[in-house]
T-cell receptor, first 113, second 115 residues
Framework: GESVGLHLPTLSVQEGDNSIINCAYSNSASDYFIWYKQESGKGPQFIIDIRSNMDKRQGQRVTVLLNKTVKHLSLQIAATQPGDSAVYFC????????????FGTGTRLKVLA | GAGVSQSPSNKVTEKGKDVELRCDPI?????LYWYRQSLGQGLEFLIYFQGNSAPDKSGLPSDRFSAERTGGSVSTLTIQRTQQEDSAVYLCASSFGQGRNQPQHFGDGTRLSIL
């Protein structure tokens, strides 16, 4: 099927290594952030979220770090597996009940066997 | 199923034809979004529905685009007189409410190709 994001930055990692994917967000007023994973031919899948009152949040094999000073968000994937190969992108949302999110263009993660 | 369902999954049509894309959100989700995703681009917001409120249509790129949501559930995105630049993946998402701490759940999209 069609592959989304053919010209995205690519991160290649060896299976079993840790991966770090970065995102620079745009709005200093944003206070809620989400990481999505999008496999080829599929819709974006929610991975983990974080609010601006936190610096770090952990899930299963994933950790999100938030640095509000430099408006930077990162996703760390531990012990990367072939099934982690996908495009990852971040989304930011500003408080006050707004429903509009700003989505990044994404990074393609390739896991090498 | 329990997720957002979109149909058709693929649509190929000739320039100038009208197309209709369907989205069935997660049951109980009051918010519904349509996005467009082009190669190498971030998600482009098209339209937002929340309950019985008037939809936010500010993202629709032209008057050839329209959307409806009947009964607060299923939504249809219609593109009239399609152009080649309309070729993209059209994604639908739904959420339980709006704003903070309400992540959107996406369908797998409709891949639209205009010949």
């Amino acid at each position: 099927g069609e592959s989304v994001g053919l010209h995205l930055p690519t991160l290649s990692v060896q299976e079993g290594d840790n991966s770090i994917i970065n995102c620079a967000y745009s709005n200093s007023a944003s206070d809620y952030f989400i990481w999505y994973k999008q496999e080829s031919g599929k819709g974006p899948q929610f991975i983990i979220d974080i609010r601006s009152n936190m610096d770090k949040r952990q899930g299963q094999r994933v950790t999100v770090l938030l640095n509000k000073t430099v408006k930077h968000l990162s996703l760390q994937i531990a012990a990367t597996q072939p099934g982690d190969s996908a495009v990852y992108f971040c989304a930011e949302n500003k408080n006050s009940g707004t429903y509009k999110y700003i989505f990044g263009t994404g990074t393609r993660l390739k896991v090498l066997a | 199923g329990a997720g957002v369902s979109q149909s058709p999954s693929n649509k190929v049509t000739e320039k100038g034809k009208d197309v209709e894309l369907r989205c069935d959100p997660i049951s109980g989700h009051t918010a519904l979004y349509w996005y467009r995703q082009s190669l190498g681009q971030g998600l482009e917001f098209l339209i937002y529905f929340q309950g019985n409120s008037a939809p936010d249509k500010s993202g629709l790129p032209s008057d050839r685009f329209s959307a409806e949501r009947t009964g607060g559930s299923v939504s249809t995105l219609t593109i009239q007189r399609t152009q080649q630049e309309d070729s993209a993946v059209y994604l639908c998402a739904s959420s339980f409410g709006q704003g903070r701490n309400q992540p959107q759940h996406f369908g797998d999209g409709t891949r639209l190709s205009i010949l």
